[in-house]
């Protein structure tokens, strides 16, 4: 595998996820782009964009995420490892678990859950006012 200029456990999580999914170079089409967006003169004559497209699968991914196309195609890589895993284990995806949970958390809370957080607040808020300083008790 290429050195992609990360940490060793990275470059080998990588590899061993791939290795999953059976994902091998030799099914990868890698090409360089030029990048978009800010960035001027510089974004404009580096190939630093990295597109991806695993031909058996035909899912395709575009990386521009870093000035760097060492990193970029690492990252590509990754990425396109979490869309086959995607694909194939469906809702067993660490992913997919991953946006759930957050999408749980951000649910809205029933009335009464609601009501319940407020009033600890309020307790709790009630005990601090009662460790605050007052200059009308006597210090010891």
Known sequence: MINFGVRPEKQEALRLKMEKYGLREQDILEKFIHGGGKGGQKINKTSSCVY?????????????AERSQLLN?????RILAEKI???VMGEQSEEIQR???????????SKRAKQKMLDAKKKH???????????DREEM
């Open 52 to 64: 991806l497209k695993h031909l058996p699968s035909g899912i395709e991914v575009k990386c521009q």
């Open 99 to 109: 946006v759930e949970k957050i999408r749980r958390q951000k649910r809205k809370r």
């Open 125 to 135: 808020a009630e005990v601090k006012l009662l460790r605050a300083f007052r200059p």
């Open 85 to 87: 895993e995607r694909k």
């Open 73 to 77: 195609r690492f990252l590509a890589r």
